[in-house]
T-cell receptor, first 113, second 110 residues
Framework: DQQVKQNSPSLSVQEGRISILNCDYT??????FLWYKKYPAEGPTFLIS?????DKNEDGRFTVFLNKSAKHLSLHIVPSQPGDSAVYFC????????????FGTGTRLKVLA | SQTIHQWPATLVQPVGSPLSLECTVE??????LYWYRQAAGRGLQLLFY??????ISSEVPQNLSASRPQDRQFILSSKKLLLSDSGFYLC?????????FGPGTRLTVT
């Protein structure tokens, strides 16, 4: 049972435009959400996070939106750059203190120059 | 600054052979440590986590085991590898801002 789902395995966006990556979850106990970026043959790198008490968190070109009623979060990248091309994972946690994250299957973003 | 090391970077092993992957963390003490696996076409699956020396929690039943002999060392092992053990293995540690991953080990079981 996949508790964190990323239904789009891939996404292509033109450089300079907005990239929107989506993530849905099923467990209403999740209270902390993160996005990671992963390049081939490397470990994921932390990008941005959001607590369930917020509905938006912004860091430079990256913004994460959380819609708790819909159990949906999204990552917006504006403007998209070729260096953003990577696999993006969303992750969620329902166990504060242990940092046991449940990861989605990832979305491969390709930013076209 | 904190650094996390994993080795080897790649490994090809025959079915039935043993496995030992090592992870070490520098620049911090008493970290929470984690082993994840990314199999082809799947997300990151949490395998084990440890909150201290000798303390291991297993998240899924499997052919693997983990040990934490020292504060900043986390080892993933198997006595006999299966084909299904192939994947990209990642060690991670946490701090309040999130989880930070090592470079990973690509394991191919043939």
């Amino acid at each position: 049972d996949q508790q964190v789902k990323q239904n789009s395995p891939s996404l292509s966006v033109q450089e300079g435009r907005i990239s929107i990556l989506n993530c849905d979850y099923t467990n209403s106990m999740f209270d902390y959400f993160l996005w990671y970026k992963k390049y081939p043959a490397e470990g994921p790198t932390f990008l941005i996070s959001i607590s369930s008490i917020k509905d938006k968190n912004e860091d430079g070109r990256f913004t994460v939106f959380l819609n708790k009623s819909a159990k949906h979060l999204s990552l917006h990248i504006v403007p998209s750059q070729p260096g953003d091309s990577a696999v993006y994972f969303c992750a969620a946690s329902a166990t504060p203190g242990t940092y046991k994250y449940i990861f989605g299957t990832g979305t491969r973003l390709k930013v076209l120059a | 600054s904190q650094t996390i090391h994993q080795w080897p970077a790649t490994l090809v092993q025959p079915v039935g052979s043993p496995l030992s992957l090592e992870c070490t963390v520098e620049g911090t003490s008493n970290p929470n440590l984690y082993w994840y696996r990314q199999a082809a076409g799947r997300g990151l699956q949490l395998l084990f986590y440890s909150v201290g020396i000798g303390q291991i929690s297993s998240e899924v039943p499997q052919n693997l085991s983990a040990s934490r002999p020292q504060d900043r060392q986390f080892i993933l092992s198997s006595k006999k590898l299966l084909l299904s053990d192939s994947g990209f293995y990642l060690c991670a540690w946490t701090r309040t801002t999130g989880q930070y991953f090592g470079p990973g080990t690509r394991l191919t079981v043939t």
